[in-house]
Structures are given as C-alpha cells and as structure tokens.
C-alpha cells in the first residue's frame, strides 16, 4: 500500500506567520494534492501537482503556494498565515495512467492560526 | 455545475441493523464513482469504487454501493453495522473527461449504536 506522510499532526502558528506543511509518499506516484477539509464542506482542493515541478491550482488557491521540487515531496505554503486558514490540511498522491484513480491519503495536518 | 450531494449530514443506525448512506451526483457523461471512510483522527481511506461494469460494487470491511444511472445516485450499503463503521463517509465523482481533479460531498456522518 501506499504510505503518505504529513510532517506534523498538529500545528499553531499565529496570524502572518509563513507555514510550511510538508508531505511524503513513498510509492513514486507522480499526482499529488492538497485538500483542505472543513466541517460542513467538504474536501476542497488547494492545489495538485501531476508530476515533479509541475502544479496547477485548485478550488481554492488564494493565500496558499505549493512546490514539488522531488517526486515525493510536495509542500504546501502558507506566505502569510490568517485565522481563516484554521482548518485540517490532507494531502494525498495517486498514480496517473492507470483505471484505478485511488487517491492515498496522508493522516493530516490540524492547523490553528491565533 | 457539477456537484455531489450527501442529503444526510448525519446517519443513526442500531447495531446489527443494515445501513444506508446516500449520494446523488450531477456530472456531464458517465462518472467514476468513490467512496472514503474517515475514522476520527485518522486521513481519509478508500472505501470502492465504481468504474465499468457491474453496479453493483463490493469493498472493505463489508461495504457495498450500487450505481444507479437512471437516478445518479451511489449509495453505500451495508446488511449488518456494526459499532466500529462509526465513522464519517465521503462520496466522491470523477468525470471521465477530467484528469485528476474529484469531486466531494459534504460527507455524512454515520454513528452507530449498540
């Protein structure tokens, strides 16, 4: 199975603070991505990435950045923390190319912003 | 737009008894079809899925879901819950034509009682 990492389980970071959430996989999945889940909503994603490098904005971009510097790394970046980006954070990498489209989630990353 | 629906923001169930969490969908062509289980605390985890082929599809721990065309709806099933389903379940869609992105429901939560 394939194992995805998230560097912290719980994070507290204050407002304009710049946030680094970072996450592994260990299976050489080329697509990841970041989700935020927020009660009543949803996962909504923030950005994916199909391969090294490459990114593409999602749902909800704004106030976040991402870089895929290695195929089993993707970070996420919070430039300047808000209190409306307390939320939990879930990345997830899947396989392209293939009929199977399993996106392996990470635990999460429970993010407080004071 | 396309859109999932989870009508239920919450699901009661007595042990023992069969369980039925609902999810509608309205994409353009035919979709794929998902569904993830989140344990409290824990990321999310892939439950099924429909591709192709039979409607009716078996996953972990005894679920199932049957895609119905006629009325866009995929709802998960099980005959016999138990105490340890509690959980929150998200329904998900992929169109065909789309690569990477899923689309969510609100998810339900499904407490189950002994």
């Known amino acids: 199975d394939v194992k995805v990492t998230q560097s912290s389980r719980y994070l507290v970071k204050r407002t304009g603070e710049k946030v680094f959430l970072e996450c592994v996989q260990d299976?050489?999945?080329?697509?990841m991505f970041w989700y935020r889940q927020d009660p009543g909503l949803g996962l909504r994603l923030i950005y994916f990435?199909?391969?090294?490098?490459?990114?593409e904005k999602g749902d909800i971009p704004e106030g976040y950045s991402v870089s895929r510097e290695k195929k089993e790394r993707f970070s996420l970046i919070l430039e300047s923390a808000s209190t409306n980006q307390t939320s939990m954070y879930l990345c997830?990498?899947?396989?392209?190319?293939?009929?199977?489209?399993?996106?392996?989630f990470g635990p999460g990353t429970r993010l407080t912003v004071l | 737009a396309q859109s999932v629906a989870q009508p239920e923001d919450q699901v009661n169930v007595a042990e023992g008894n069969p369980l039925t969490v609902k999810c509608t969908y309205s994409?353009?062509?035919?979709?794929?079809l998902f569904w993830y289980v989140q344990y409290p605390n824990r990321g999310l985890q892939f439950l099924l899925k429909?591709?192709?082929?039979d409607n009716l599809v078996k996953g972990s721990y005894g679920f199932e879901a049957e895609f119905n065309k006629s009325q866009t709806s995929f709802h998960l099933k099980k005959p016999s819950a138990l105490v340890s389903d509690s959980a929150l379940y998200f329904c998900?869609?992929?169109?065909?034509?789309?690569?990477?992105?899923?689309?969510w429901g609100a998810g339900t939560k499904l407490i189950i009682k002994p």
């Open positions: 994409v353009s062509g035919n979709p794929y």
């Open positions: 429909y591709i192709t082929g």
């Open positions: 997830a990498a899947r396989a392209s190319g293939t009929r199977t489209d399993t996106q392996y």
């Open positions: 299976m050489d999945h080329e697509n």
């Open positions: 998900a869609v992929r169109d065909r034509d789309s690569n990477y992105q899923l689309i």
């Open positions: 990435s199909y391969d090294v490098k490459m990114k």
